[in-house]
């Protein structure tokens, strides 16, 4: 049974930082993609940074030169530092993986998801 843990979110002010993190557990033969979501209320779930299994980054453009999207693989943990914290940020922050489990199974799982809110 894959398993994704997340922490980290909270109530920050504007300007200030937050670090979240995704445990990934279970019986996993490899990760692949990993990514960080997010939901504010009214509007639609979008990607905010992806790290490939390469190495790779992308980050939707809000949030360039702020977040970074990293990776402990010993850990099997992701995680997104995330600065310059803006009101617009606020969300509900979701990790999601791309994975080969052991056996028959689903590859992609997500997080229970962690609120983000920054006050002005």
């Known amino acids: 049974q894959v398993q994704l843990v997340e922490s980290g979110g909270g109530l920050v002010q504007a300007g200030g930082s937050l670090r979240l993190s995704c445990a990934v557990s279970?019986?996993?033969?490899?990760?692949?993609?990993m990514g960080w979501h997010r939901q504010a209320p009214g509007k639609q779930r979008e990607l905010v940074a992806a790290?490939?299994?390469?190495?790779?980054?992308n980050y939707v453009d809000s949030v360039k030169g702020r977040f970074t999207i990293s990776r402990d693989n010993a850990k099997n943990t992701l995680y997104l530092q995330m600065n310059s914290l803006k009101p617009g940020d606020t969300a509900v922050y979701y990790c999601n993986v791309d994975l080969i489990p052991y056996g028959p199974g689903p590859r992609d799982y997500w997080g229970q998801g962690t609120q983000v809110t920054v006050s002005s």
């Open positions: 279970g019986s996993i033969i490899r990760i692949n993609a």
């Open positions: 790290l490939s299994r390469g190495g790779t980054t």
